[in-house]
C-alpha cells in the first residue's frame, strides 16, 4: 500500500531519515514519561511511606518533564496531531484548507525558530551553573528547548510544504471524516 499526502506518517515512509527522527522522538519521549512516572513513584514512596524523601528526585522529575515536553511536542508535531481549531466548513474548498493550514504552520515556524534562538542563549547562558540538588549542568536542561523548537521548525516547514503540495488532501470524504468535519 502506498502513502498518500493524508497519512499522518506519510513524510516518514517517504524519508527514511525523517522517519527515524521521527521513531526517535517518539521513543525518547516513551521514555521520559515512563521515568517522570518513575521518579514520581519514587518521590512518593519516601516521602509517605519511609518519611524521608530523596532531595534529588524532585528535581530530576521536572528536568525529565521539561524535556518530555519538547520531545512529545516534537513528536505530535511531526504527526500533524496537534489540537487544533478547524476555521473552515466541510464546504471550504481543498485550496482554502491548505492555506489555512499552511499559515498556521508558518506561525509555528516562526515561534520555534525565535525559540530556536531564544533557547542557544539559554544554553549557553547557563553552561557554568549547575542544579542544585543532582548537580547536572542547566544547559543540559535547558537545552531541550533548543532541541524541541529545531525539530518543531522542521516539522512545520514540513506540514507547510505538504499543505502547499497536496492542497485538496482534506477533500474526500473519508479525510473529511478523520479530522471531524
Known amino acids: 500500500m502506498t502513502a498518500a499526502p493524508t497519512d499522518q506518517d506519510y513524510l516518514e515512509k517517504k524519508s527514511r531519515i525523517y522517519g527515524v527522527v521521527v521513531f526517535i522522538e517518539r521513543?525518547?519521549?516513551?521514555?521520559?514519561?515512563t521515568a517522570l512516572l518513575v521518579l514520581i513513584g519514587i518521590q512518593v514512596f519516601t516521602r509517605y511511606v519511609l518519611n524521608s524523601p530523596f532531595v534529588w528526585t524532585e528535581e530530576l522529575a521536572r528536568f525529565v518533564l521539561i524535556w518530555?515536553?519538547?520531545?512529545?511536542?516534537?513528536?505530535?508535531m511531526a504527526r500533524r496531531r496537534h489540537?487544533?481549531?478547524?476555521l473552515y466548513s466541510a464546504r471550504s474548498s481543498g485550496r482554502v484548507i491548505a492555506a489555512i493550514d499552511a499559515f498556521a504552520y508558518f506561525v509555528v515556524l516562526v515561534v520555534s525558530a525565535v525559540l530556536t534562538y531564544g533557547g542557544w542563549d539559554l544554553v549557553r547562558a547557563t553552561g557554568r551553573l549547575h542544579a542544585p540538588a543532582t548537580d547536572l549542568p542547566l544547559s543540559l536542561v535547558y537545552a531541550a528547548l533548543l532541541v524541541g523548537s529545531v525539530l518543531m521548525t522542521v516539522h512545520a516547514a514540513f506540514n507547510i510544504y505538504l499543505a502547499a503540495r497536496y492542497p485538496g488532501r482534506y477533500q474526500e470524504q473519508d479525510d473529511i471524516e478523520k479530522i471531524g468535519l
Do not use: D, H, K, N
Open 83 to 86: 489540537i487544533t481549531v478547524l
Open 27 to 33: 521513543v525518547l519521549s516513551m521514555w521520559l514519561l
Open 68 to 76: 518530555f515536553a519538547f520531545m512529545s511536542a516534537a513528536f505530535v
